[in-house]
């Protein structure tokens, strides 16, 4: 065996021994006899290893690669878009982009100029290409410049072609996408300033269907959609692309896509949890009848702004749990007796050791209706003698059936909240009742304040200004006559 066939044998490459030797040979002539053969052998080798090779799977494939080549399916092809060059003397460019997937994945492949007109011509969803390009890190995710894509008739891919995808079906990557779903939740819509000085809107929804749900992304003129949907409705979302947003996936509807109200009813059954078996850190679905509402509150964040939260009180046939709904939650048009749903709901250590949820941002509320009249007429009770929920004062301090301390109105924001305390509820008087605060006067009467509420109590306790303190006793004519102070 020669020098070339020695250095060909260590090679992992579709170059033939014939066209590696023609390679040596070109080489060595172009070097003015500077390289041997064997010289001439090694840097046509390092050339073909700079050159990558074949990937077994869209899966290994990663930016910063050099150039990889791999087998895929065509599963969506976009349209050809045209840009203008920096170089005013150039004409404008082209580009297409093209969804491929494989058994373990999709990517976005991307044309560029001939390549994008000849592609946009060519290439139909099904088309099964051997693809050569370089990986990079896009705005959607991996995707691959290419050099060099040509159909490969022998190879079968098997990955299914959709035409309407559900929410299990979706992968990073994908385009073109058309979802139907069941609206579950809208938010308002929030404008920014571009870098160009302009100014964009964005807005979200959540839909659901019979295999999950997921976050919509809609920019700027599709927004108007969160404006005419109600949740409850069925809707179709037409051209949306996937992307990832804190190790999650969402579905992205712009200019070129749609959401369309339809005539047809999706199912959507979440898996909630049994509030009984609930742990502190769990992210969960629940579901279950409103017992008690509470009015909504404003406070003052840390960063100066305003914020916003309300207290329900949610029941399933294993537990209650307070629940806290935050921003534009606290205005959800929700009433004792409402059967509801909540996903994503947070559960954090709450007042007196208990447990309670917390529906932030990236929760939805959903109310599906009323409940059996027939247990509606306690719900929102509360056990509440003064008659009536969302009271002031101390009223939440206190519970259904007059257990001490449950139905507190005490609630913790999370951290992506603003870190803000809100309490409130005035009992009836006469009931025992537990309030914590800041000492703000000392002496007989004691004035206590949780940043919220000032309440006197009546107590020859020893303490001092600024101390925070717990006192336990029975409420008459708005003083609190304590039986302890701890």
Request: aromatic share 4%.
């Amino acid at each position: 065996m020669g020098a070339i066939e020695d250095v060909y044998a260590d090679l992992d490459t579709d170059v033939s021994l014939e066209e590696f030797r023609e390679a040596v040979e070109e080489k060595v002539e172009q070097m003015g006899g500077l390289a041997d053969e064997e010289t001439a052998a090694m840097l046509i080798a390092h050339e073909l290893d700079e050159e990558g090779g074949e990937v077994e799977s869209i899966a290994d494939i990663e930016p910063g690669m050099e150039e990889v080549k791999f087998v895929a399916k065509v599963v969506g092809v976009g349209d050809v878009r045209t840009f203008e060059r920096d170089d005013e003397d150039r004409d404008d460019g082209r580009v297409l982009n093209v969804e491929v997937a494989d058994e373990t994945g999709s990517i976005r492949i991307t044309f560029w100029d001939k390549q994008a007109d000849a592609g946009e011509e060519e290439l139909e969803v099904g088309d099964v290409l051997r693809i050569a390009g370089r990986p990079k890190e896009g705005y959607n995710g991996v995707e691959v410049n290419v050099n060099d894509a040509e159909p490969d008739d022998e190879t079968d891919i098997d990955v299914q072609v959709q035409d309407t995808y559900r929410v299990e079906d979706l992968s990073l990557g994908l385009s073109d996408v058309n979802l139907r779903g069941k609206v579950l939740d809208t938010d308002s819509i929030r404008t920014f300033d571009r870098d160009d000085g302009s100014e964009g809107k964005v807005a979200n929804l959540k839909l659901g269907d019979s295999t999950g749900r997921i976050r919509v992304t809609l920019w700027d003129e599709r927004t108007e959609a969160v404006e005419r949907l109600n949740p409850g409705v069925s809707v179709e979302v037409v051209d949306g692309y996937v992307r990832e947003r804190e190790g999650s996936l969402e579905l992205h509807v712009g200019n070129r896509g749609a959401v369309e109200e339809i005539d047809e009813d999706i199912e959507y059954v979440p898996d909630t949890a049994d509030i009984e078996n609930l742990e502190i850190g769990d992210e969960v679905d629940i579901g279950g009848v409103v017992r008690e509402t509470q009015e909504k509150r404003t406070f003052d964040r840390d960063d100066g702004s305003e914020g916003q939260v309300r207290n329900i009180r949610v029941q399933d046939d294993t537990g209650d749990l307070r629940v806290a709904l935050w921003g534009e939650k606290a205005d959800e048009d929700i009433a004792p007796g409402d059967k509801i749903q909540i996903a994503d709901l947070e559960i954090q250590d709450g007042w007196q050791d208990d447990i309670e949820g917390s529906a932030g941002w990236q929760a939805t509320v959903t109310v599906l209706g009323e409940a059996d009249p027939s247990g509606a007429s306690d719900a929102g009770s509360g056990g509440n003698e003064s008659g009536g929920s969302g009271g002031t004062g101390l009223d939440a301090f206190g519970g259904e059936g007059g257990d001490e301390g449950d139905g507190a109105a005490d609630v913790t924001e999370t951290a992506s909240n603003g870190g803000a305390r809100a309490t409130g509820g005035q009992k009836a008087t006469g009931e025992q009742v537990e309030f914590t605060g800041t000492v703000v006067q000392a002496g007989n009467p004691i004035i206590l304040d949780d940043g919220e509420e000032t309440v006197s109590v009546e107590s020859n306790a020893d303490v001092t200004l600024g101390e925070k303190v717990t006192a336990r006793g029975e409420l008459r004519d708005g003083t609190l006559d304590a039986d302890d102070v701890f």
